[in-house]
Structure formats: structure tokens, C-alpha cells
């Protein structure tokens, strides 16, 4: 059984950090992509940032030069820093992985259970 735990989320200031973790765990061979995506209210799921674990990133436009994806492979744990958030920031932030279990030939996706992220005064 695979895993995802994410971790981090919570209330903060307008202008203010907060740094998400998500380690995955359980049954696993191999670890390829791992992601951030977020859904705010009445709005559907979007991507923030992925990266390979060849350290290769890809961001959402809107979070360039805000957030920053990085991961541990040997955790297998992927990180968001996100700095100067604003109320547009506000959703849940849900953690995707692309691991292929110790029991199977393939890769297919997982996801965390979402972490609430409210940036608000």
C-alpha cells in the first residue's frame, strides 16, 4: 500500500511563508515525478509546480518567483516553499506522485489527502 502524507498547511498573513511537505511511503519501487496542485473554492484543481527527480522544474506562471519545488529522493519527500502569498493563494494543496509500487510493472499517479492553505489578515 502507497501513501501520500502531506504536511505544513495552515493560516497566514498576507506577505507571509509557509512551507508544505508530503512524504510518500509504503510499498514502493520507484519514485518518478512529484508535484503540487491546488483547488480553491468553486474552482477546479490547477497545477503549481512539478519536478522530476532528475531535479528538472516546470511552475505555473502565476507562482514563478514565488514558490519553490524541491524534493529529498532519498525520503522520497517533495517540498513546497511558497513566499509572499496572497488571498488569491488561498485552497487546498493536494501532493501527487508518480511511483510505480514494488508489486506492479507500472507507474500510476497518487495523490494526498490536501492540506488547507488560507492566507487572509
Known amino acids: 500500500q502507497v501513501q501520500l502524507v502531506e504536511s505544513g498547511g495552515g493560516l497566514v498573513q498576507p506577505g507571509g511563508s509557509l512551507r508544505l511537505s508530503c512524504a510518500a511511503s509504503g510499498s514502493i519501487l520507484r519514485v518518478s515525478n512529484m508535484g503540487w496542485y491546488r483547488q480553491a473554492p468553486g474552482k477546479q484543481r490547477e497545477l503549481v509546480a512539478v519536478?522530476?527527480?532528475?531535479?528538472?522544474?516546470h511552475y505555473a506562471e502565476s507562482m514563478k518567483g514565488r514558490f519553490t519545488i524541491s524534493r529529498d529522493n532519498a525520503k522520497n519527500t517533495v517540498y513546497l516553499q511558497m513566499n509572499a502569498l496572497k488571498p488569491d493563494d488561498t485552497a487546498v494543496y493536494y501532493c501527487n506522485a508518480n511511483i510505480r509500487p514494488d508489486d506492479s510493472f507500472y507507474f500510476r499517479p497518487y495523490w494526498g489527502q490536501g492540506t488547507q492553505v488560507t492566507v487572509s489578515s
Open positions: 519536478i522530476a527527480n532528475d531535479g528538472t522544474t
